[in-house]
């Protein structure tokens, strides 16, 4: 997604002279941030992770692509464990529960929700 450089705001003697083209740059900002996304969840039973180890999980989300943004939840308390994701190849997002906590941890079957936003060139 190719956003251009923002217009520089020009004040005219009677108000904004590009205010159309301002208005143009924010909907298209807009429109790359917040609308142009891809979705994807799985059923994720990471089983007992001991302390200082991680367990991964691959979700498919159709459209991502490498270098894209990429976000995810769980449907559960994560109980203090760290929950990253990111593209790893081109529809594929890997999701990560790491734990750091001192002690295992088993947080049960759940459901990881993944959203992937496209990365915004110049």
């Known amino acids: 997604m190719d956003i251009k450089t923002p217009p520089f705001l020009h004040i005219g003697r009677y108000g904004i002279d590009n205010a159309e083209e301002i208005n143009d740059w924010f909907q298209e900002l807009h429109r790359a941030i917040l609308e142009d996304h891809y979705e994807g969840s799985a ?3 990471a089983g007992s992770i001991a302390d200082g180890d ?3 999980k691959e979700v498919a ?3 991502a692509a490498l270098g894209d943004h990429a976000l995810a939840s769980l449907s ?3 109980a ?3 929950l990253d994701a990111q593209v790893t190849a081109a529809n594929v997002v890997t999701c ?3 734990n750091n906590t001192g ?3 088993d947080l049960g079957s759940a459901t990881v929700y993944v959203r992937v936003f496209k ?3 110049r």
């Open 96 to 98: 990560i529960l790491a």
């Open 80 to 82: 203090d464990l760290v």
């Open 61 to 63: 989300v159709t459209g």
């Open 119 to 121: 990365r915004v060139t």
């Open 103 to 105: 002690n295992a941890v």
């Open 76 to 78: 559960i308390d994560i």
């Open 54 to 56: 991680e367990e991964a």
């Open 43 to 45: 059923t994720w039973d």
